[in-house]
């Protein structure tokens, strides 16, 4: 276990130091092919950009990208790609055309080349403030559990994150204190006028039935041209937009979900997109994290306990830590 996290952390770094070299190299242009009307490009092809080599497995369907820094698995029918092991939600599938993989173009758009080539914030601007938007309170208990809100717990965990950054050096904004209702319009307006530089919504998920789900989920906002990880089916997210910070809303989920998977025994249900109100509302890079299911019983001795709750803190502060380091690179300090 010890040895994984190493390597994970390892391997996030690496990625930076790789990937500016690779971004003096021109972009070639991708050769696409239309496919169920989709511009699609050749995985393969794509992979040349980032000296990555391939290993196909043609009974599995399965690709495995690697150079020094990352490694990525793709594999055929499904809206996922595996990036360093964290799982990374599509807007369409990978589809598989004889013994060869593609990719759609806005995938490669919107979720790869964030993912691999990170943005960086403007010259001067920095991450020092940070906005927590407990999920619910007063009116809105969010989900009920027995006798357990929602709204009760996101606060917990909020008030612990808050400590935590506090601690960190960063100071920090929260929509709520206590159990207040504040509207979802309100929340981030809340953030901008107090010059929040990162909003963070969390939430707890509940689902009963069978199926018991459980496990993490971490949205941004849904970019521009991509669709909804929830909204199956719909392909027509070009009409709507993202925003202007659809790479870093991108690579702080991103950041968040995979800090939280390599610090806590949790299961992976992706990196999504979606179009939460507070996201797009929300005018700096945004994230929201669904921290588990209160109906699923492993989930929730960890939502409900106080040692629980301050390790999933202390991996959410990494998280945010992670992604300062990355879009603030190349900036004194
Ligand atoms: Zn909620």
């Not at 990162?198 to 199926?211: D, P, R």
């Not at 949790?266 to 939460?276: A, E, K, L, Y």
């Not at 890079?285 to 492993?298: C, D, L, Q, R, V």
Request: glycine share 8%.
């Amino acid at each position: 276990m010890f040895w994984e996290k190493l390597r994970r952390w390892l391997t996030g770094f690496l990625a930076l130091a790789g990937l500016q070299l690779l971004e003096a190299a021109n972009q070639p242009h991708l050769a696409t092919v239309s496919i169920n009307g989709q511009p699609y490009i050749s995985v393969v092809g794509w992979s040349s950009l980032y000296n990555l080599s391939s290993r196909w497995e043609p009974k599995s369907s399965e690709l495995r990208l690697t150079n020094r820094w990352t490694h990525l698995e793709f594999k055929a029918d499904t809206r996922r790609v595996e990036v360093d092991d964290v799982s990374v939600n599509l807007s369409f599938p990978v589809l598989r055309v004889g013994d060869r993989l593609y990719l759609a173009l806005r995938d490669e758009e919107t979720v790869l080349r964030p993912l691999l080539k990170p943005p960086r914030l403007p010259a001067g601007r920095k991450i020092t403030t940070i906005a927590l938007s407990p999920g619910h309170g007063g009116k809105d208990p969010g989900h009920i559990e027995g006798s357990r809100t929602e709204k009760y717990y996101t606060l917990q965990l909020a008030l612990e994150v808050q400590r935590l950054l506090q601690k960190n050096g960063f100071k920090v904004i929260m929509s709520r204190s206590d159990d207040a209702y504040v509207s979802l319009e309100e929340r981030p307006a809340i953030a901008r006028k107090r010059g929040a530089d990162l909003y963070l919504c969390l939430h707890f998920n509940s689902a009963g039935g069978a199926e018991a789900p459980q496990g993490l989920e971490t949205y941004c906002l849904t970019p521009s041209g991509a669709s909804s990880t929830n909204d199956r089916g719909n392909n027509g997210g070009s009409a709507r937009t993202g925003n202007r910070w659809d790479h870093e809303n991108l690579q702080l989920a991103y950041q968040l979900h995979r800090a939280i998977l390599s610090e806590i025994d949790f299961g992976d249900r992706g990196v999504r997109h979606s179009r939460f109100k507070e996201l797009a509302l929300a005018e700096m890079p945004a994230a929201y994290i669904e921290g588990g299911f209160m109906s699923n019983h492993e989930d929730a001795k960890r939502i409900f306990s106080e040692s629980g709750r301050t390790r999933f803190a202390a991996a959410i502060v990494d998280g945010i830590m992670a992604f300062k380091r990355l879009v603030e690179r190349g900036q004194p300090e």
